[in-house]
């Protein structure tokens, strides 16, 4: 159980064109999902916070308008990427928040989408 | 604001030998403290958490870790490592009373090459 999926799992654009990438909670229920974006050899950084039938909340310097999130059902989380720049070239993490029996809220996390803008 | 350390970027080691991947903290509050490992071109899977109780926690694979609050590390060790070990290793830590629900902070991650 706790499955969380993404797709695609790679993506090639063109600059200047929007992409969006999709994060699914498989076998459970998630109000809130977490998206992060990793560069080549580097951590994991939080880009922001989705919940379920409201606004994202985005950490500092992650621009709003750049990444779009939406997250409009329990199971579906996406994160757009307008306008692409080959700056923007990264590999996004998707996780699901899910609480368990205990109360304790874990994370599980997709497989990832690695984006390369061309 | 809490932040993690991992001070080795590589570490080479041979297979059946036993590996540390060290992990320090810091934070103005209580934590909670994560491993999680991951594959090439792959997402994030779970080796361990420390909630609370026992400091010393067991994971998957025959990992384990040690929550040493003086130090304010987090260790993770394994007594003799495979070749399928090899992989990036991350260190995390989430602060509330909700657990690793909250927001994570990752360490810089830790690459373990195991060696024939």
């Known amino acids: 159980g706790a499955v969380v999926s993404q797709h695609p799992s790679w993506v090639i654009c063109k600059s200047g064109t929007s992409v969006k990438i999709e994060c699914r909670s498989l076998?459970?229920?998630?109000?809130?999902m977490f998206w992060y974006r990793q560069f080549p050899k580097q951590s994991l950084m939080l880009m922001a916070t989705?919940?379920?039938?409201?606004?994202?909340?985005?950490e500092q310097g992650v621009e709003k308008d750049k990444f779009l999130i939406n997250h409009a059902s329990l199971t579906l989380s996406t994160l757009t990427v307008t306008s692409a720049h080959p700056e923007d070239s990264s590999f996004y993490i998707c996780?699901?928040?899910?609480?368990?029996?205990?109360?304790?809220?874990?994370?599980?996390f997709g497989p990832g989408t690695r984006l390369t803008v061309l | 604001a809490q932040s993690v350390t991992q001070l080795d970027s590589q570490v080479p080691v041979f297979e059946e030998a036993p590996v540390e991947l060290r992990c320090n903290y810091s934070s103005s509050v209580s934590v909670y403290l994560f491993w999680y490992v991951q594959y090439p071109n792959q997402g994030l899977q779970l080796l361990l958490k420390?909630?609370?109780?026992?400091?010393l926690v067991k994971g998957i694979n025959g990992f384990e870790a040690e929550f040493n609050k003086s130090q304010t590390s987090f260790h993770l060790r394994k007594p003799s490592v495979h070749i399928s070990d090899t992989a990036e290793y991350f260190c995390?830590?989430?602060?509330?009373?909700?657990?690793?629900?909250?927001?994570?902070?990752f360490g810089t991650g830790t690459q373990l090459k195991v060696e024939l």
């Open positions: 996780s699901a928040r899910l609480r368990d029996r205990a109360g304790y809220n874990e994370q599980f």
């Open positions: 076998d459970f229920q998630a109000t809130t």
């Open positions: 420390y909630l609370s109780g026992s400091t």
């Open positions: 989705s919940n379920e039938g409201s606004k994202a909340t985005y």
């Open positions: 995390a830590v989430s602060v509330g009373i909700t657990g690793g629900g909250n927001k994570l902070t």
